[in-house]
C-alpha cells in the first residue's frame, strides 16, 4: 500500500461569544457566502423583526465584510431580545476578531460602546422576607 500525500487547507475559524442578562450565545464564523442563521433558522426570516435588527446591527456597519463570511450563532436562555443583544455582541466580536481590523473596532465603538464590551446590568435579586426587590410593606396609619 502506497501512502498517499494530502496537503491540509487551512481554513480560518473563529468562535466568539457575548452575554446579555441571561442569555449566552456562541457565533461561529468561517469562510462563506454571507449566510447567518441564529439557532438554525436563517436571519433573513427570523420572526421578530425588533430581535432581527438588532441581530443585523453589526452586519449592516460593518460594510461588505460580513458578505465573506458565514455565521451559525446558538442562543441560550433569557428572553428574546435578551437573547438578540447577545448574538449580536458574538457577531460584532467574532467579525472583529476575524478580520482583526482596528477601523472596524472603531466603528463598533462609536457606534454603541456595548456591543463589544457587554452590558453589565443585571436583575437585582430579591430580598429576605419580601416579595419583590424593593417592595415594604404598606402602613395603613397614615
Known amino acids: 500500500m502506497s501512502m498517499?500525500?494530502?496537503?491540509?487547507k487551512v481554513v480560518k475559524i473563529v468562535v466568539s461569544s457575548g452575554k446579555r442578562k441571561t442569555?449566552?450565545?456562541?457565533?461561529?464564523?468561517?469562510?462563506?457566502?454571507?449566510r447567518v442563521w441564529i439557532n438554525g433558522v436563517p436571519v433573513e426570516i427570523w420572526p421578530?423583526?425588533?430581535?432581527?435588527?438588532?441581530?443585523?446591527?453589526p452586519l449592516l456597519i460593518s460594510g461588505k465584510l460580513w458578505e465573506s463570511v458565514d455565521i451559525v450563532v446558538n442562543v441560550r436562555g433569557g428572553g428574546f431580545m435578551s437573547q438578540?443583544?447577545?448574538?449580536?455582541?458574538?457577531?460584532?466580536?467574532?467579525?472583529?476578531e476575524y478580520f482583526?481590523?482596528?477601523?472596524?473596532?472603531n466603528i463598533f465603538l462609536e457606534y454603541d460602546r456595548y456591543m463589544l464590551?457587554?452590558?453589565p446590568r443585571r436583575t437585582e435579586p430579591e430580598k429576605?422576607?419580601?416579595?419583590?426587590?424593593?417592595?415594604?410593606?404598606q402602613k395603613s396609619y397614615r
Open 4 to 8: 498517499q500525500t494530502q496537503e491540509a
Open 23 to 34: 442569555s449566552i450565545a456562541r457565533a461561529i464564523i468561517k469562510p462563506g457566502s454571507g
Open 48 to 57: 421578530i423583526e425588533m430581535a432581527k435588527a438588532k441581530i443585523m446591527e
Open 84 to 96: 438578540a443583544d447577545a448574538a449580536r455582541a458574538a457577531i460584532a466580536r467574532g467579525l472583529l
Open 100 to 105: 482583526n481590523s482596528e477601523e472596524l473596532k
Open 117 to 119: 464590551s457587554g452590558d
Open 128 to 137: 429576605y422576607m419580601r416579595r419583590s426587590a424593593r417592595r415594604r410593606w
